[in-house]
């Protein structure tokens, strides 16, 4: 093939730390976007900029702001670590954390317009019909906003792909760890007659992009369609 | 016998309802555009809270604001037809008509309302597929298979054309006899309560102006100029 075994781990270490943070991250980004859509509370605005912090900050801030707190000297960290068992520093759950931070307000700002956009008398109506809140959830605002969950998870996807400054902060560039494709075209940069091998990152990252993209197209044509039948 | 005594702030008026509506046969609430006809039906489902007063069903609380009782929407029992027929696009008819249903459905009542309202044929199309008035009668069955204690219909006729107006009427006049389910009609069509209804409530400003059998009330003289 034509890349090598190091590139081979690296793209499985890219997509393993993607995928994870995604999954952990969606049903919590899902909540956030309904309850921004749907509720109304004292201190809603407070929220809404905690969750959108991330797309504003600096990602090197961040990293920082997470290796003082889920270090394993940090506040949540080491509480984690002693009762849980739980380590984020310096391992790849670190990493997926860390992209999962920085592309949580991408996922929750898709999926917040798709639930906003569905009429919300269909909602009441389920309800009059004698569905709880939470059937109402699952069984209606869901899948009325599928595109979008659709939308965020791609957009997450690519964001978590990458994610540079907040990963090489908190849990620094460690080969088989925590070196994904960004970080290990940095690495190929440093060295002498490293280009080559960032050139064959770059187009990598180029195809996983333009894949994710491709599937997120296929999947909604299909949900559209079955809505059309 | 539906007791309403609420009162409720809304932007343009004060809305105030204070009448027992005897749970039998078609109630017509009929008002110009305004009125406070939604909010009422809307009071009465669970979807808006008063700012005062209590709902009483058959003796059974809905809301009562001393007491501090509501019961939320879903545990009402009571259906809602609104002017649009919200049908949930993501599901076949068949599956919009089940969806109120918990588990035990009897079969007889499932094929009664299908016949009586004449969907069987659609059964396994989507909502998108449908014509407007096919699209009401669906809502209309999937209210019934609820199995309401009554049944709320806002203004369900007014998105449709002049011919399904009628056949829908004739199907409406049908159910409340065959299920023998009372229903609480909202409409601003006074010939729509010429042909269904056996009382009406008119109602002006969000205040109730007169209630009383059909005949009587049409008598009113504040209804000359709708004919």
Redesign the interface.
């Known amino acids: 093939m034509l890349l090598t075994e190091l590139e081979w781990q690296t793209l499985l270490l890219s997509l393993k730390i993607a995928g994870a943070a995604i999954l952990f991250s969606l049903p919590i980004g899902i909540l956030a976007a309904w309850v921004l859509a749907r509720c109304h509370f004292w201190g809603k605005s407070i929220f809404d900029v905690i969750v959108h912090l991330p797309l504003v900050l600096p990602p090197v801030v961040l990293g920082y702001l997470l290796l003082s707190t889920m270090g394993k000297r940090g506040i949540l960290g080491a509480w984690l670590y002693n009762y849980v068992g739980i380590s984020f520093s310096f391992n790849w759950q670190g990493a997926a954390l860390a992209s999962a931070v920085v592309a949580f307000p991408l996922m929750v700002r898709s999926i917040r317009l798709a639930i906003e956009s569905i ?1 919300t ?2 909602e ?9 809140r939470w059937r109402v959830f699952i ?2 605002t869901i ?2 906003s599928f595109t979008g969950i659709l939308m965020g998870v791609v957009l997450g996807f690519a964001r978590c792909l990458g994610e540079f400054g907040a990963t090489i902060t908190f849990v620094s560039n460690i080969q088989g760890e925590t070196r994904t494709l960004p970080l290990a075209m940095y690495t190929s940069l440093q060295i002498p007659d490293g280009e080559a091998s960032a050139m064959r990152l770059c187009i990598l990252s180029i195809l996983l992009s333009l894949i994710a993209l491709f599937i997120s197209e296929m999947l909604n044509r299909l949900h559209k369609k ?4 | 016998m539906l007791t309403i005594d609420i009162t409720k702030k809304l932007s343009s008026f004060y809305f105030k309802f204070n009448q027992s509506i005897e749970c039998q046969g078609i109630t017509a609430i009929l008002g110009v555009s305004g009125s406070g006809k939604s909010t009422l039906i809307n009071l009465i489902n669970g979807l808006i809270r008063p700012d005062s007063g209590k709902i009483l069903i058959n003796g059974t609380t809905l809301i009562d604001c001393e007491k501090n009782i509501f019961i939320p929407p879903e545990q009402r029992h009571i259906g809602t037809v609104f002017q649009d027929a919200l049908l949930f696009p993501h599901y076949k008819v068949v599956n919009n008509l089940l969806y109120g249903c918990h588990g035990s459905i009897q079969r007889n009542r499932l094929t009664d309302i299908i016949d009586l309202l004449n969907i069987g044929h659609l059964l396994n199309r989507y909502p998108t597929k449908l014509s407007g008035g096919e699209r009401q009668r669906v809502a209309i069955g999937r209210a019934l298979l609820t199995n309401p204690r009554l049944l709320l219909m806002d203004e369900p006729l007014s998105a449709l054309d002049m011919p399904r107006k009628k056949e829908l009427l004739a199907y409406i006049k049908n159910l409340a006899k065959e299920f023998s389910i009372p229903v609480i009609y909202v409409t601003h069509n006074i010939n729509e309560v010429k042909q269904i209804a056996d009382r009406v409530a008119i109602l002006e400003q969000g205040q109730l102006y007169a209630y009383g059998d059909r005949d009587e009330i049409l008598q009113n003289s504040y209804l000359q100029e709708w004919l």
């Open positions: 009429d008398r269909l009441h109506v389920a309800r009059t019909l004698g569905a709880s069984t209606i899948p009325l079955r809505l059309a039948e």
